[in-house]
């Protein structure tokens, strides 16, 4: 246990590291920091002044020293367009970008799973069609597309829902959350069913075919030759066996939801972190890109490695091969 923990450490070291460099690297390309801060009356003193100050003059490798060794004490430095900490700016974000995440995938999870079991034990009946086919219109349709939509019809047209922003929220002083509010609650609907709804046919395509497979198994056939129950067989077997690679290929979509939400927040204006980076990519603020590309590989890394305890101690293969 000791020897996988420290490999998947090492991994998770390594990857980072990666990571930081290719965001410091290829947002040196997005543009000029200095032409967004200054007018076009600035002289050119002042813009190499500026430059100067910001270390911008600096070789790229001094520069990327620099950010790491800043990075590993907790600092990021001063965002160019809003002269605030860049950790401040994302840590009074980030609890808008969580919340959304965590609530879409549990939608994702609580619609997901029963439907790929239920397609998985009848096939052939009309319902698990049609969850094939709603399934498939998930996958297909563009996510912005997909807010649209419900914007258009459950915001615009029958007025239940607010098209925009979080709603009322409470501070909690380390935390804000909009789950305590009424308002919080209608307006996370609709970014939620956004952002869950290509995950939730994601995860129930994966239980469907994982549930066709197990029930083919021969240990599924020994236990119906012994005349194990049917329902022991679907849930105590068949599903047991079906959610090891479901538990990892979720955790990644866990993720892909934080990381990839930029989009819907886009769409809802939700004040989270996706949104924060696309401001930051039309202002050419280098920290911020940089510092949010090293966050979701962190988020990543750390759902990864959680991910690997996991299967880890739910799979006793994985216990034989770390003995030998």
Not at 225 to 237: D, E, L, P
Request: neutral net charge; hydrophobic residues 55%.
């Amino acid at each position: 246990m000791i020897r996988f923990l420290l490999q998947r450490l090492i991994q998770a070291a390594s990857v980072l590291l990666i990571v930081a460099l290719l965001a410091f690297v290829m947002f040196r390309f997005t543009g000029d920091p200095v032409a967004q801060m200054v007018s076009q009356d600035t002289s050119f003193a002042d813009r190499e002044a500026l430059r100067e100050a910001l270390g911008l003059n600096a070789p790229l490798m001094v520069q990327f020293g620099h950010f790491v060794l800043r990075a590993l004490q907790g600092e990021f430095g001063l965002s160019y367009q809003m002269g605030q900490p860049v950790f401040s700016l994302l840590a009074d974000r980030l609890p808008a970008s969580l919340e959304l995440s965590f609530v879409a995938f549990g939608i994702a999870l609580a619609i997901g799973i029963p439907m790929g079991v239920y397609s998985g034990l009848r096939p052939d009946s009309w319902l698990a069609r049609l969850f094939l086919i709603v399934s498939l219109a998930g996958i297909s349709l563009p996510t912005f597309f997909i807010g649209i939509m419900l914007i258009l019809y459950f915001g615009v047209e029958l007025s239940l829902f607010p098209t925009f922003g979080r709603g009322e929220t409470v501070d909690l002083g380390w935390w804000t959350t909009g789950l305590l509010t009424k308002t919080g609650w209608q307006s996370i609907v609709l970014p939620a069913c956004t952002l869950g709804l290509f995950q939730m046919t994601f995860i129930m395509r994966l239980v469907r075919a994982e549930m066709l497979e197990v029930l083919r198994a021969d240990y599924i056939k020994f236990a119906r030759a012994r005349g194990i129950s049917s329902f022991h067989i679907h849930f105590g077997h068949a599903l047991k066996n079906t959610l090891v690679p479901v538990t990892t290929i979720a955790g990644l979509q866990l993720g892909s939801i934080i990381a990839f939400g930029i989009v819907t927040e886009s769409v809802f204006q939700w004040p989270g972190i996706g949104l924060l980076f696309l401001q930051a990519i039309s202002t050419v603020d280098i920290p911020v890109m940089s510092t949010y590309l090293l966050l979701v590989a962190l988020i990543f890394v750390t759902i990864n490695f959680i991910v690997d305890i996991l299967y880890f101690l739910i799979d006793p293969r994985l216990r034989v091969m770390d003995k030998s």
